[in-house]
Structure formats: structure tokens, C-alpha cells
């Protein structure tokens, strides 16, 4: 099955397949649907020669094309074999998000570096029953994770961040209810609120969402979500996420004089991702918050830049989007997200004064441009 969304001059097409997103002229779109429909490839053939007036041949190589693009949308993915559960733990920590308990037994010091300092502000030392149970373990290879003693996934060592991401999503699952098939994805970006409307930030690491949140938080902006940022399929909402925000070193002097507590935070070095951090707690205490999404933001700290901020191409927006996103593997779910998206107003903020980007997100979220 694909699906097919025309928006500005050009098509969306997704490929139930494989989960996979192309943008192409509305022509390719048009064929790539009746060749996946099963549609006679000579009527295919004679249809663009009648319609669009161009040689038979060039018609036919046209089609051929377009038949070798939705072949390699077709790729089998392999499986790992599990790793067998280690008999002891070296750490057991427990996480208290609203009324909802997790406890997680990690192998070793290298789990916990993978997951606990981003919930560190979450930890309770507390006798009280979890509700559901983690285990996180690994060789030099392979790295595995179960939840209540059923294996979710394993990974190959190399492409932690995909465990990281299903951690991530179960968490999700579990303090809002909803199982993966009720999201429409997750997004590699910054989610603030003015207790009304979520506004997303998004663009490349090190390009300032984070240190941007940092500093709407403390203009009385609510932080959702800093680098996991969950939409609900039902109502295309913006959900919380319970993470802390992920302060880079060469943002600290910066936030020191607004959060001091930074000063004596623990620093954390990964080396995999050639970046140190410090970890700021979110000022959201409200973990089943969520709300309608405003607009998505392309924000770029630039040092002595003047503001500026323009409206984008929702195609360009897709462009940038979707590569670092988790989007459902679900027809109506890709459906949703498609006609969601394509409504979103998307800009593109630069700036270097924090004082004026606080302006004109508060403008942004009261209509005010």
C-alpha cells in the first residue's frame, strides 16, 4: 500500500513496505500509485504518452524508472537472536513519573550511561511496588531490553541510539496509556507550552533547541519535551515527556547566571556523539500534559545575527523533519500525520539576542507577526 499527499507543487508518497517517505512531482506520484495498484503497465505507458504529449519511448523508460524506485522501497529487515538475560544486576533504580513507578536493573556502568542521567531527576529511593520492570543488558555486540520479562528488542551495539529510542517510546506508553500503535511519531526536537498550544523546535544538533527551551522555561514557558517529542494519532496532540534537557558545554555561560545549579551539576562526556552535557530537570511537573501543536520552528542560534524569521515550504520542513523522526509503520496513522502536517504553519527562526527570540515566540503563539 502507499499513500499519496500532494502538498505545495509536489507529492508525499509513503511506502507502507518499509515506513518510508519520498517527495516527488505529482506525475511520479500519480504513476508510482497505479504501478503499486497493479494497473497495466502498457496503459500506464500509453496514458503518459496521450496526457502529457511525449515520445512513446521516453514514456516507457519514464515508467521503468518509476518501477525500479518502488522495487527499492522493498527491503527485508534482519533479526538479532536475543541475548539471555545476565543472573545478577550490578544497579537497580526506580523512577516515580506522576503516579506510575519504573524500576530498572542495568547491567553495568555502560547501560546506566545510556539512560540514567537524562532520568536522574526522576529517581526515588522508595519500598513501594513498581508497576512494570526493566532490564538492560549487553556484550561487546548486541545489546538487549525487556520489559516485564518480555524481550522488546535487541540491538546491534553500534546503533545504541535505536535502543535508546524504544526505551524512550515505552516509557511514553506507559505513563500516557497508549500503546506504539496509538502515536503518530516521535520528533528529534524541543516541545515548549504556554499552557494553551505546544509550539516544536527543531534543526541540527548544536543548532540551539535545547538552550532556546532553557531559556523560554525560565519566561514562564512550560518545557514538554526536550529531544523526544511524542504526537498522539488520535488528536495529533503534542505530549510530555519526562526527560531533562540536555545542556551542551559552550551553552553554559549562558544558562549560569539563570539556573546556578547548573554550576555543580554532574557532566556527562559521550564520546560516541563527540558532545558534553549537563542535564537540566524540566519545570514541568505535569507529565500527562498534552496540547495542540502551533507551529514548527527551525531554530538557529547565530552568533551577532539579527533576528529573522521567515515561513518555510512545508516541503522544506518535511525534508528537514523527517529524517531523525520515529514515524508509525500504521496506514491511517501515516494518513493522520500527512494531513496534520501538511496544516502546520513552519518558520524558520535565527537570532543571537535570547531576549528578542523570547519576543517573538510569545508573538508567534499570540497570532501577533
Given at each position: 500500500?502507499?499513500?499519496?499527499?500532494k502538498?505545495?507543487d509536489?507529492?508525499i508518497?509513503?511506502f507502507?513496505?518499509?515506513n518510508e517517505?519520498?517527495?516527488?512531482e505529482?506525475?511520479v506520484?500519480?504513476?508510482?500509485?497505479?504501478?503499486k495498484?497493479?494497473?497495466?503497465?502498457?496503459?500506464?505507458?500509453?496514458?503518459?504518452?496521450?496526457?502529457?504529449n511525449?515520445p512513446l519511448?521516453?514514456?516507457?523508460?519514464?515508467?521503468l524508472?518509476?518501477?525500479?524506485l518502488l522495487?527499492?522501497?522493498?527491503?527485508?529487515?534482519?533479526?538479532?537472536?536475543?541475548?539471555k538475560?545476565?543472573?545478577s544486576?550490578k544497579?537497580?533504580?526506580?523512577?516515580?513519573?506522576?503516579?506510575?513507578?519504573?524500576?530498572v536493573?542495568?547491567q553495568?556502568?555502560?547501560?546506566?550511561?545510556?539512560?540514567?542521567?537524562?532520568f536522574?531527576?526522576?529517581e526515588?529511593?522508595?519500598?513501594q511496588?513498581?508497576?512494570?520492570?526493566?532490564?538492560?543488558?549487553?556484550?561487546?555486540?548486541f545489546?538487549s531490553?525487556?520489559?516485564?520479562d518480555?524481550?522488546?528488542?535487541?540491538?546491534?551495539?553500534?546503533?545504541?541510539h535505536?535502543?535508546?529510542?524504544?526505551f524512550?517510546?515505552k516509557?511514553?506508553?506507559?505513563?500516557h496509556?497508549k500503546n506504539?500503535?496509538k502515536?503518530?511519531?516521535?520528533?528529534?526536537?524541543s516541545?515548549i507550552?504556554?499552557?494553551?498550544?505546544?509550539?516544536?523546535?527543531?534543526?541540527?544538533s548544536?543548532?540551539g533547541?535545547?538552550?532556546?527551551?532553557?531559556?523560554?522555561?525560565?519566561?514562564?514557558?512550560?518545557c514538554l519535551?526536550?529531544?523526544?517529542?511524542p504526537?498522539?494519532?488520535?488528536?495529533?496532540?503534542?505530549?510530555?515527556f519526562?526527560?531533562?534537557?540536555?545542556?551542551?558545554?559552550?551553552?553554559?555561560e549562558?544558562?549560569?547566571p539563570?539556573?546556578p545549579?547548573?554550576?555543580t551539576?554532574?557532566?556527562?562526556h559521550?564520546?560516541r556523539?563527540?558532545?558534553?552535557v549537563?542535564?537540566?530537570?524540566?519545570?514541568?511537573s505535569n507529565?500527562?500534559?498534552?496540547?495542540?501543536?502551533?507551529?514548527?520552528?527551525?531554530i538557529?542560534?547565530?552568533?551577532?545575527?539579527?533576528?529573522?524569521?521567515?515561513e518555510?515550504?512545508?516541503i522544506t520542513?518535511?525534508?528537514?523533519?523527517?529524517?531523525d523522526?520515529?514515524?508509525?509503520p500504521?496506514?491511517e496513522?501515516?494518513?493522520?500525520?500527512?494531513?496534520?502536517?501538511?496544516?502546520?504553519?513552519c518558520?524558520?527562526?535565527?537570532?543571537?539576542?535570547n531576549d528578542?527570540?523570547?519576543?517573538?515566540v510569545?508573538?508567534?503563539?499570540?497570532?501577533?507577526?
Amino acid at each position: 500500500m502507499i499513500i499519496n499527499k500532494k502538498i505545495d507543487d509536489k507529492s508525499i508518497v509513503w511506502f507502507q513496505d518499509n515506513n518510508e517517505y519520498i517527495i516527488v512531482e505529482p506525475l511520479v506520484a500519480e504513476i508510482l500509485t497505479l504501478l503499486k495498484n497493479k494497473v497495466d503497465k502498457t496503459q500506464i505507458i500509453t496514458n503518459l504518452f496521450n496526457s502529457i504529449n511525449i515520445p512513446l519511448k521516453q514514456a516507457d523508460n519514464l515508467v521503468l524508472d518509476i518501477e525500479t524506485l518502488l522495487k527499492t522501497t522493498t527491503k527485508e529487515l534482519s533479526e538479532i537472536e536475543p541475548l539471555k538475560p545476565p543472573t545478577s544486576f550490578k544497579y537497580q533504580k526506580k523512577y516515580q513519573i506522576n503516579d506510575v513507578i519504573i524500576e530498572v536493573d542495568y547491567q553495568s556502568d555502560f547501560e546506566v550511561s545510556l539512560v540514567h542521567p537524562k532520568f536522574a531527576h526522576l529517581e526515588i529511593n522508595s519500598e513501594q511496588e513498581a508497576k512494570y520492570y526493566y532490564k538492560v543488558y549487553s556484550n561487546k555486540d548486541f545489546i538487549s531490553f525487556s520489559v516485564n520479562d518480555e524481550i522488546i528488542n535487541t540491538w546491534n551495539i553500534n546503533e545504541v541510539h535505536y535502543f535508546q529510542g524504544k526505551f524512550s517510546m515505552k516509557i511514553v506508553e506507559h505513563i500516557h496509556q497508549k500503546n506504539e500503535s496509538k502515536w503518530l511519531g516521535v520528533f528529534h526536537a524541543s516541545a515548549i507550552s504556554n499552557n494553551k498550544e505546544s509550539m516544536l523546535f527543531l534543526g541540527d544538533s548544536g543548532n540551539g533547541k535545547s538552550t532556546s527551551l532553557a531559556l523560554l522555561q525560565a519566561n514562564d514557558f512550560t518545557c514538554l519535551a526536550d529531544d523526544f517529542v511524542p504526537i498522539d494519532a488520535e488528536k495529533q496532540e503534542v505530549y510530555s515527556f519526562p526527560s531533562a534537557i540536555s545542556i551542551k558545554k559552550n551553552s553554559l555561560e549562558t544558562l549560569f547566571p539563570i539556573y546556578p545549579e547548573l554550576k555543580t551539576s554532574a557532566e556527562y562526556h559521550f564520546k560516541r556523539l563527540n558532545k558534553i552535557v549537563r542535564y537540566l530537570p524540566p519545570n514541568n511537573s505535569n507529565y500527562t500534559a498534552h496540547l495542540p501543536c502551533k507551529a514548527l520552528v527551525f531554530i538557529k542560534y547565530e552568533k551577532d545575527s539579527d533576528l529573522k524569521l521567515k515561513e518555510i515550504s512545508t516541503i522544506t520542513a518535511f525534508e528537514q523533519l523527517v529524517p531523525d523522526s520515529w514515524l508509525s509503520p500504521i496506514s491511517e496513522n501515516a494518513e493522520a500525520f500527512l494531513n496534520w502536517f501538511s496544516k502546520l504553519p513552519c518558520y524558520q527562526l535565527t537570532y543571537s539576542n535570547n531576549d528578542k527570540m523570547v519576543k517573538t515566540v510569545s508573538k508567534i503563539f499570540n497570532n501577533d507577526l
